[in-house]
């Protein structure tokens, strides 16, 4: 009688945020989150934080260690490769080893169709509709940085949202530190599109949660009077889903090459 095969647990998954002094930005994680376990009920999931919030990475590594965990999924909440993935976030689970956990880094979360969904969503919820993207330009507004990986993904998600039928799609960032030459300020990113003759602009923050930097984007909105300011994306379904999306392909990366080995 053949033995029955033991399936290995799966990995916890860690979502990494960046933190924030702002209590906005841990609450929106905290929802992201329990849709995420909504949605994948028995996965361990749990949020950790590079700055400013608690629980730290290291400190939620030890916590799944002290609770038997042995593989664990790092996901950075980020969306673009810039600093905090590339720096950042190694340097932290580089420690993980002294708690014999095995750690596998996701993939950031863009660009992705299940992002410009989730940026679509928002939109429809500030009232653009699908029949208006024809006669509107639409500003994305990220964080901005410095980092040339992080501004081609950023201006990838533009050009494929451009294709979906908006007029217009110009990128801007928020931060005055991360702009660079070329990527203009929401101010000046209105301005442009209307002086191309569009007559209805809508803002789209290209953010997670709320805090400084979509506080900024949204004075910044209203000062130039457009006609829709979109939300940050928040909790959306579609973003719980591409958590998902990254953590299997990170898991299935894990799995081949423990295979190999």
Known sequence: MPHAVLRAPDPALLVVAHGSRDPRHAATVR??????????????VIAAYLDFDTPTVTGALAGLAAEGVTDVVALPLLLTRAYHAKAD???VLAGAGRHRLRVRTAAVLGPSPLLRAALERRL????VQPADRSVTGLVLASAGST?????????????????????AVVPAVASTVCRTDGVPGVLDAVRAVRAEGVRHVAVAPYVIAPGVLSDRIARDARAAAVDALADVLGPA????????????EASALRTVG???S
Do not use: H, K, M
């Open 237 to 248: 379904p579609a973003l719980a889903l591409l958590l998902l999306q990254r953590y299997d």
């Open 89 to 91: 976030l190694p340097a």
């Open 124 to 127: 429809r919820q500030a009232g």
């Open 258 to 260: 423990a295979d190999a």
């Open 147 to 167: 980092d040339p990986e992080a501004i081609a993904g950023i201006a990838e998600t533009a050009r494929e949202l451009a294709r979906t039928g908006w007029c």
């Open 31 to 44: 929802a992201l989150v329990r849709r995420v376990r909504s949605l994948r009920p028995g996965l361990r």
